[in-house]
């Protein structure tokens, strides 16, 4: 890990424990998402909510004026909700993902167990790997919009470079959403 994202990363952490969304930042949540997705984005954990707020305001600065990449700027990691990480399985799976970045693919590739009934340092992986469909599905049921939930989803995709391969609207969104996703 290069000494700009040990900072990054150390940022990060310090964040997750002091930050909380303040009122203006709740207004602003409250101006892009419908009622039953801010009750879904309260959902969130206050460091997630700080968090996608921050990403939500990199992508403005980004020119990101769409609407439904706002909106999934707000609720990209909302699959969390379904399984809480504790700050020691963050740490864990920042930690794994800078050594073997191919193992947190591994472990997380559980589909279809119930992440709470695994070993505890398992559980974690399969969150960071398995919560874009998780939070794709919780915003879908919300009424997202189609291209809302498709972001959501592909948040954590690699994609090919720009221009190489297709470059459809949707892949334009993503490579900005998961830029300042990536940053903030």
């Known amino acids: 890990m290069n000494t700009s994202r040990l900072v990054y990363r150390s940022r990060q952490f310090w964040q997750a424990l002091t930050t909380r969304p303040s009122e203006v930042d709740k207004e602003l949540v409250a101006s ?5 997705q801010v009750e879904l984005f309260n959902l969130l954990q206050k ?8 990403v939500l305001k990199a992508v403005r600065k980004q020119g990101g004026d769409n609407i439904d990449l706002q909106a999934a700027a707000l609720l990209h990691d909302i699959g969390k909700v379904k399984e809480p990480l504790r700050l020691w399985e963050r740490i864990l799976i920042v930690i794994t993902n800078a ?3 191919a193992c947190v693919k591994e472990w997380g590739a559980a589909q279809g167990e119930v992440p709470s009934a695994m070993p505890g ?3 974690a992986f399969v969150v960071a790997e398995q919560h874009p469909a998780w939070g ?10 189609v291209m809302t939930v498709a ?5 954590q995709e690699k994609l090919s470079p720009e221009g190489a391969g297709e470059d459809s609207e949707e892949n334009r969104l993503l490579r900005i959403l998961q830029a300042a996703d ?3």
């Not at 460091?47 to 921050?54: C, D, G, P, V, Y």
């Not at 794709?136 to 919009?145: K, P, R, T, V, W």
């Not at 972001?151 to 948040?155: E, G, K, N, S, V």
């Open 151 to 155: 972001l959501i989803a592909r948040h």
């Open 47 to 54: 460091s997630e909510q700080t968090h996608s707020i921050r």
């Open 182 to 184: 990536k940053n903030s």
């Open 121 to 123: 340092w398992q559980r």
């Open 99 to 101: 050594i073997c970045p």
């Open 136 to 145: 794709a599905e919780l915003a879908s049921q919300c009424g997202a919009s």
């Open 32 to 36: 892009i998402l419908d009622p039953g």
